[in-house]
């Protein structure tokens, strides 16, 4: 890895721990303060909202990410058929409103998915700046705009709205402050050009970038319907309810797994892409990048089923104990969770997004059936259903990844292979101290303490096996370096 991406890495942990700190407050708090039913009404007017959030960008920031050259014509031509796309879809959205809530199992003159069509245009307008910061290296300014318009704007307006008795109709006008905030804050670091074209220059410049993105769209499509397939088996099964219980059990495994995977795929994806074509170079990053999410992602997993009971109690209170075996079910595949998201950093950075795009559909049927054949035993066998189709999808995306370099799938589950002994280290730790704990001491002293031993013990795990952490610690080492020098980057 270069220094670069390896502070942008830094800066990513940074501003995706700060995010997740933010969504746990945003979980503790709203918990208290909405009901399962709630919770799952505006789940469901978001996955019809995020459906459409994902068809509007038609993968135009992917395409300025990944594109060798950029020029200002293509960045006006990404803004004019972002912006555009983004005003159509919120007018489809608003008038087919009631005709899509009954799917999703909202009243038909339910308003939420009307308001989220403002979601849309926003999100039309500051794709292509996030995208220009991402493509710059500028994770600080991203992070920047990231937890300010999560913080304030999500968070502060759905909590106040909440305390004030809004109901869901806060969750969803939360979304819709963070979106005007993302616009705002990104436009304003990046100011980049928003004036159209000619006709001529903007049909050359708009088939260059839709050809990458238009096949990055459809990879998105299925990755959508693979991440939304359960959501929608839940609440149009078991109803909103449950839809309330399932979410906030999936969003406590997303924790831990949008704090690492995301952050790799921020850097990685951009890093990647500047080496594409040393397959080499690209094979040890991605090797070392997957050896890191499981040394990180193994011990998370391991103490999050074993404390699934008092995180639940802590972070949700009481009245939300339905949601602690779904989670346990979720821990287990925390690391192939985690670890396909780097498969699909390396598919997008080397342009092989119409092969990825397939895998993607894959993994949304794998999903479908799972989950609907799961649902006949409840919220725990959606959860089983999901977690099987995670595992078949990340065995699916590191045979795909593979093709690279000779033997790179056994390299990576080698990888894997070594943090085990952390992971058992962890677990003979954590276990005990939880048991003997459980009894005679409150929720939040079991959860400390098993924390801290299981803690206590990787770290010991992690000493005695140095010798295989070699490069992970000298990524590490970079890290905590000084900063180069800043280096002038294309537009």
């Known amino acids: 890895m270069t220094r670069s991406a390896v502070r942008g890495l830094s800066w990513s942990l940074l501003g995706a721990l700060g995010q997740s700190l933010l969504q746990v407050v945003s979980i503790v708090v709203l918990s208290r303060l909405l009901s399962a039913e709630q919770f799952g009404t505006a789940m469901a007017a978001t996955v019809v909202m995020s459906l459409a959030v994902m068809l509007g960008q038609l993968g135009i920031g992917p395409a300025l990410v990944q594109s060798r050259e950029l ?279 080397t342009g092989a997004v119409l092969g990825g795009a397939w895998r993607q559909w894959l993994y949304a049927a794998e999903v479908a059936v799972g989950c609907a054949i799961g649902s006949t035993w409840g919220i725990s066998g959606v959860a089983v259903g999901a977690s099987v189709a995670i595992v078949l999808h990340f065995a699916t995306m590191l045979t795909f990844s593979a093709r690279i370099s000779r033997g790179l799938a056994g390299r990576v589950l080698r990888s894997f292979a070594k943090s085990l002994p952390i992971a058992a280290a962890t677990a003979a730790a954590a276990w005990p101290v939880a048991t003997a704990l459980r009894h005679s001491a409150p929720d939040l002293v079991v959860a400390l303490g098993t924390a801290a031993a299981g803690v206590l013990a990787a770290a010991a795990a992690l000493v005695a096996c140095r010798r295989l952490f070699r490069d992970e610690l000298a990524v590490w080492a970079v890290a905590r370096s000084r900063p180069a020098p800043p280096v002038r980057t294309a537009p």
């Open 71 to 349: 020029s200002r014509a293509d960045v006006a031509t990404a803004f004019t058929v972002a912006a555009g796309l983004g005003v159509a879809l919120a007018t489809v959205l608003f008038l087919a409103a009631p005709v899509v809530n009954p799917l999703v199992g909202l009243p038909a003159d339910s308003s939420f998915l009307r308001l989220l069509s403002i979601v849309l245009v926003l999100g039309g307008l500051s794709s292509v700046s996030l995208a220009l910061l991402q493509r710059r290296l500028r994770f600080r300014d991203l992070v920047l705009v990231e937890l300010l318009s999560y913080g304030v704007g999500h968070l502060g307006t759905s909590v106040v709205l909440a305390l004030a008795g809004a109901g869901a109709a806060a969750l969803v006008w939360g979304q819709v402050a963070q979106a005007a905030l993302t616009a705002i804050g990104g436009y304003a670091l990046v100011r980049h050009a928003v004036r159209p074209c000619r006709p001529a220059v903007m049909a050359r410049s708009g088939r260059r970038i839709l050809s990458f993105g238009s096949a990055y769209s459809l990879s998105q499509l299925g990755n959508w319907v693979g991440l939304n397939g359960d959501n929608l088996v839940v609440t149009s099964t078991l109803g909103p309810a449950s839809l309330g219980v399932y979410s906030r059990a999936y969003q406590l495994l997303v924790q831990p797994a949008n704090l690492i995977g995301t952050v790799a795929d921020k850097v990685l994806f951009p890093s990647l892409a500047r080496i594409q074509d040393d397959r080499e170079r690209l094979a040890r990053a991605y090797v070392l990048a997957c050896s890191l999410v499981a040394l990180l992602t193994l011990p998370v997993s391991v103490l999050l089923s074993v404390l699934a009971p008092e995180v639940v109690a802590i972070l949700l209170g009481p009245g939300w104990s339905a949601v602690v075996l779904p989670l346990q079910v979720f821990a287990v595949v925390l690391l192939p969770r985690t670890a396909y998201k780097i498969s699909g950093s390396l598919t997008r950075a």
